[in-house]
């Protein structure tokens, strides 16, 4: 065995013989992107909280599609910062995975709501008790 092939030999048996170190295709975040990813979740959880406490906009609903913008924005935030989802690691099955339980979970919301809000308007209306005999 020459000098070559057994340094060779020793790098593919010390990691698991495939030759490269790349965990499986998984993604590891730096402390820098933590950091990052830490800092945008504290902002993103603080600018809805001030603007529901401060009342600073009057209209309720803005107030509401805003905290839920910002929800959304924040949940991006944790899957590329913290769970490293991204179309790089596991060949991409991890985004594919991703996307598919994002479709049942708002097909599964939008039509819950649906029928809660038809439901609501096709009730009998409700009669006054009180002029009863």
Request: aromatic content about 6%; hydrophobic content about 50%; cysteine-free.
């Amino acid at each position: 065995m020459t000098t070559d092939s057994h340094a060779e030999s020793q790098i593919l048996h010390s990691d698991g013989g495939h030759g490269h170190d790349d965990h499986g295709g998984a993604a590891h975040g730096s402390l820098k992107s933590y950091l990052i990813g830490f800092g945008l979740s504290v902002i993103l959880t603080a600018v809805p909280f001030w603007l529901v406490m401060t009342g600073t906009i009057a209209d309720k609903a803005v107030t509401a599609l805003i905290v839920l913008v910002l929800a959304a924005v924040q949940i991006v935030v944790h899957m590329v910062y913290f769970l490293h989802m991204n179309t790089r690691s596991e060949n991409g099955w991890t985004m594919m995975a991703m996307i598919f339980t994002v479709v049942m979970v708002v097909i599964a919301l939008t039509g819950s709501l649906w029928v809660m809000h038809h439901l609501n308007i096709n009730m009998m209306p409700m009669h006054d008790m009180s002029q009863m005999p």
